[in-house]
């Protein structure tokens, strides 16, 4: 499977982004999630969402703000940012599962079995 997240731009501090990651031609088989990279830092998890798209997963950072979610049709994974922070730059990576994959594992990148390319988010002051 190939990803390939888009949607990453420049956005001033306060503003709205939604980022995409479609699959190439398929469904999702399994969990889809988001996970982000700073410079100098480590990636971190940031959004989840399951095979049915019924259960979501949230960063504590993020909780509120951001919202992810799929459409099937589409085979397309959304993750609608609002009121960015600075310290939400980064790059932004979509992950999926090929099978399903308990709840409990959403937040771990060793589960997931395809990467897309990243988004670049930069949020200025």
């Known amino acids: 499977v190939q990803l390939q997240a888009s949607g990453g731009g420049l956005v001033q501090t306060g503003g709205s982004l939604r980022l995409s990651c479609a699959a190439s031609g398929r469904t999702f088989d399994g969990a889809v999630g988001w996970f982000r990279q700073a410079p100098g830092k480590e990636r971190e998890f940031v959004a989840a969402?399951?095979?049915?798209?019924?259960?979501?997963d949230y960063a504590e950072s993020v909780k509120g703000r951001f919202t992810i979610s799929k459409d099937n049709a589409e085979h397309t994974v959304y993750l609608q940012m609002k009121r960015l922070r600075t310290e939400d730059t980064a790059v932004y990576y979509c992950?999926?599962?090929?099978?399903?994959?308990?709840?409990?594992?959403?937040?771990?990148?060793?589960?997931?079995?395809?990467w897309g390319q990243g988004t670049l988010v930069t949020v200025s002051s």
């Open positions: 969402i399951s095979r049915g798209g019924r259960i979501t």
């Open positions: 992950a999926a599962r090929s099978d399903w994959m308990s709840g409990i594992a959403f937040r771990d990148p060793v589960q997931y079995d395809y």
